[in-house]
């Protein structure tokens, strides 16, 4: 069986190979001929700011931290397309600080418009996991946040602060809500510097004891599927199965579908 590379050998494998791709610099006067493609590591060194054996070490695969604006050099520095600038940054495990914030970036038409065209319960989630679009067969499950009565889109806020949240979860309130926060964290790591979701954090501590309890456990888990169970006075349980699709134009938002169980 073939080990998998490590991400600091996939790294160091993808700059040498876009270095030795780059188009060289015209040769100085009396400079001989180049005996290997593309640009040197020194040439690229000295363009992105960094020295020699550092770049050398990250090409290499060492254990080497790349800052993110020492990443934006070099992806300046190699003419990195907007796909190999997204990789380059995915492999280093650094956010981009060229990226859009979402306020800059509105969310595409067409992704708000798709849960209509769902029959089951579905519904988008921005980045700061306030809803942005749903359909009527969401609006009916989720009373108390998605239907007409309801004030309160963001999804962290209204399991927190809302006592409705505790009526539609019924007793699976408290392992549902934990697994809320420790998806949401996983989603904050990846962008620990964003004011709005700094300021909704101290907002859900500040209404919320359960909330900085399980945030302050430091757990992370991926937005996962599974049964979901809600309780709505005078009907008998309603059971789902929840499944979140990642959005490639707005990579921070969720398309959340859920299936009737059996």
Same mark, same amino acid.
């Given at each position: 069986?073939?080990?998998?590379?490590?991400?600091?050998?996939?790294?160091?494998?993808?700059?040498?190979?876009?270095?030795?791709?780059?188009?060289?610099? $015209?040769?100085?006067?009396?400079?001989?001929?180049?005996?290997?493609?593309?640009?040197?590591?020194?040439?690229?060194?000295?363009?992105?700011?960094?020295?020699?054996?550092?770049?050398?070490?990250?090409?290499?695969?060492?254990?080497?931290?790349?800052?993110?604006?020492?990443?934006?050099?070099?992806?300046?520095?190699?003419?990195?397309?907007?796909?190999?600038?997204?990789?380059?940054?995915?492999?280093?495990?650094?956010?981009?600080?060229?990226?859009?914030?979402?306020?800059?970036?509105?969310?595409?038409?067409?992704?708000?418009?798709? $849960?209509?065209?769902?029959?089951v319960p579905a519904y988008v989630l921005d980045g700061e996991w306030t809803a942005r679009a749903w359909n009527r067969q969401a609006a009916a499950v989720f009373s108390g946040w998605l239907d007409d009565g309801s004030q309160e889109r963001?999804?962290?806020?209204?399991?927190?602060?809302?006592?409705?949240?505790?009526?539609?979860?019924?007793?699976?309130?408290?392992?549902?809500?934990?697994?809320?926060?420790?998806?949401?964290?996983?989603?904050?790591?990846?962008?620990?510097?964003?004011?709005?979701?700094?300021?909704?954090?101290?907002?859900?501590?500040?209404?919320?004891v359960e909330f900085s309890t399980f945030w302050h456990s430091q757990s992370v888990l991926n937005r996962e599927g599974g049964e979901r169970r809600f309780l709505h006075p005078g009907h008998h349980d309603q059971r789902y199965r929840q499944?979140?699709?990642?959005?490639?134009?707005?990579?921070?938002?969720?398309?959340?579908?859920?299936?009737?169980?059996?």
């Open positions: 069986m073939t080990t998998p590379p490590r991400p600091y050998r996939m790294l160091g494998d993808f700059l040498r190979a876009h270095r030795e791709q780059h188009a060289a610099p $015209p040769p100085a006067i009396g400079e001989r001929r180049r005996r290997t493609p593309g640009l040197r590591r020194e040439e690229l060194a000295a363009t992105a700011g960094v020295s020699t054996t550092w770049l050398t070490w990250l090409e290499q695969g060492r254990d080497v931290q790349a800052s993110a604006h020492t990443l934006a050099r070099l992806a300046s520095a190699l003419d990195l397309t907007p796909a190999e600038r997204a990789s380059l940054f995915d492999l280093a495990r650094r956010r981009d600080p060229a990226l859009p914030d979402q306020e800059a970036s509105p969310l595409p038409a067409s992704l708000l418009a798709l $849960p209509e065209t769902i029959a963001n999804l962290l806020r209204f399991v927190f602060c809302q006592p409705a949240a505790r009526i539609l979860l019924g007793s699976d309130w408290s392992e549902r809500a934990r697994r809320l926060v420790a998806e949401f964290r996983a989603d904050v790591n990846r962008r620990p510097r964003d004011p709005q979701l700094l300021t909704l954090i101290t907002d859900l501590e500040g209404c919320s499944t979140t699709l990642l959005v490639a134009e707005a990579p921070d938002c969720k398309l959340v579908c859920l299936l009737p169980a059996g």
